[in-house]
């Protein structure tokens, strides 16, 4: 089992940015990828962002050049710093782990892009 917590969400104008923040209760190195989600208004899930364990990353066509994932192994923390943030990047963002017995999902953080 593994407990994922996100934050850093919030209400920001279009063109503003936003790091989100997830924390995990085990070492992130002992999972096989840890993943960003998100689900807008009456949309399904989809991915946002994805980091390996060995620091390999994969974005989404839709956040390439605006999004970037990175981790802090020390602190079992994945981050998202999103910028030139869009109106329909808004949605709850869901941190995701890729593990044996999982996958684990985080309860999610609503982000709201005002234009």
């Known amino acids: 089992q593994v407990q994922l917590v996100e934050s850093g969400g919030g209400l920001v104008q279009a063109g503003g940015s936003l790091r989100l923040s997830c924390v995990a209760s085990?070492?992130?190195?002992?999972?096989?990828?840890m993943a960003w989600h998100r689900q807008g208004p009456g949309k399904e899930r989809e991915l946002v962002a994805r980091i390996t364990r060995t620091g390999s990353t994969n974005y989404a066509e839709f956040v390439k050049g605006r999004f970037t994932i990175s981790r802090d192994i020390t602190k079992n923390t994945v981050y998202l710093q999103m910028n030139s943030l869009k109106p329909e990047d808004t949605g709850v963002y869901y941190c995701n782990a890729e593990e044996v017995n999982g996958p684990y999902w985080g309860q999610g953080t609503q982000v709201t892009v005002s234009s």
């Open positions: 085990r070492s992130i190195f002992s999972m096989n990828a």
